[in-house]
């Protein structure tokens, strides 16, 4: 038990507390430190997706030649850079099929959204690796703080029966430090939760911009087979 003339610190407590609840509190803390890891690395990496997106988005639009545009972005692509690698899909998989004889403009044309849902469903699995556990994070570690107050609190009225007379300033350190690990679920929880529906709506939106990048490109790729006299020309 706390001295009455002792003042209380949360450090003190933390370091008083069951040997169980302060494993509660370590697992929080490294719950905390990973959630904020995956912040700050999904942050960079949908920021610089987006802004890469941009960019080769005004080029694509802006290039009369398609062909041109498969030369420039020959050379190793940025982590980021997933509109170029759609690009580089679907219009890589346009010329293969292109200098094929025989082979339909219909039939091109679906080789070439194969090849973009393919490039699509990859960028989307990279954008979304770590959103998994960023939920996780958020929905359990209330629980998991709720389990080690309930314990520490059930330990202090233990403690208490087991002394002649109870006042606050003996019930009060153990129920304090019992109710930091629910503060500490809290604080692990919370910015996992905003992050976590702040990076789905993100990842979300960027993918419907893949979707209608890839519509755009597959538009662009048919007016030309319709152009071109055969495939041949074509590519």
């Known amino acids: 038990m706390h001295s009455t003339l002792e003042p209380m610190s949360v450090w003190g407590?933390?370091?008083?507390?069951?040997?169980?609840?302060?494993?509660?509190?370590?697992?929080?803390?490294?719950?905390?430190?990973?959630?904020?890891?995956?912040i700050v690395q999904r942050s960079l990496l949908l920021g610089g997706s987006e802004r890469l997106l941009k960019d080769f988005l005004r080029r694509f639009r802006g290039s009369a030649e398609l062909a041109q545009l498969y030369r420039e972005?020959?050379?190793k692509l940025p982590a980021d850079a997933a509109l170029e690698r759609l690009f580089r899909a679907g219009y890589g998989e346009f010329q293969q099929l292109?200098?094929?004889?025989?082979?339909?403009?219909?039939?091109?044309?679906?080789?070439?959204?194969?090849?973009?849902?393919?490039?699509i469903s990859e960028e989307e699995e990279r954008l979304g690796k770590g959103l998994a556990l960023l939920a996780t994070i958020g929905s359990v570690s209330p629980y998991i703080g709720l389990f080690g107050t309930v314990w520490g609190i059930m330990n202090s009225f233990i403690g208490l029966s087991q002394v002649?007379?109870?006042?606050l300033s003996t019930v009060a350190p153990g129920i304090a430090e019992a109710l930091i690990a629910?503060?500490?679920?809290?604080?692990?929880?919370?910015?996992?939760?905003?992050?976590?529906?702040?990076?789905?709506?993100?990842?979300?939106?960027?993918?419907?911009?893949?979707?209608?990048?890839g519509n755009e490109l597959q538009g662009r790729l048919h007016r030309r087979?319709?152009?071109?006299?055969s495939i041949a020309r074509a590519a």
Do not use: C, H, K
């Open 225 to 229: 087979l319709q152009a071109a006299p």
């Open 98 to 119: 292109g200098r094929e004889s025989g082979i339909p403009p219909e039939a091109v044309l679906e080789g070439v959204e194969r090849s973009l849902l393919v490039a």
């Open 182 to 213: 629910t503060a500490i679920g809290l604080f692990a929880a919370i910015p996992a939760v905003v992050a976590y529906n702040r990076f789905s709506a993100r990842v979300a939106s960027l993918g419907s911009r893949y979707y209608a990048f």
């Open 13 to 38: 407590l933390v370091s008083e507390a069951s040997l169980l609840v302060q494993l509660v509190m370590l697992t929080l803390v490294l719950a905390s430190l990973a959630s904020w890891y995956l």
């Open 164 to 167: 002649q007379q109870a006042t």
């Open 73 to 75: 972005d020959a050379d």
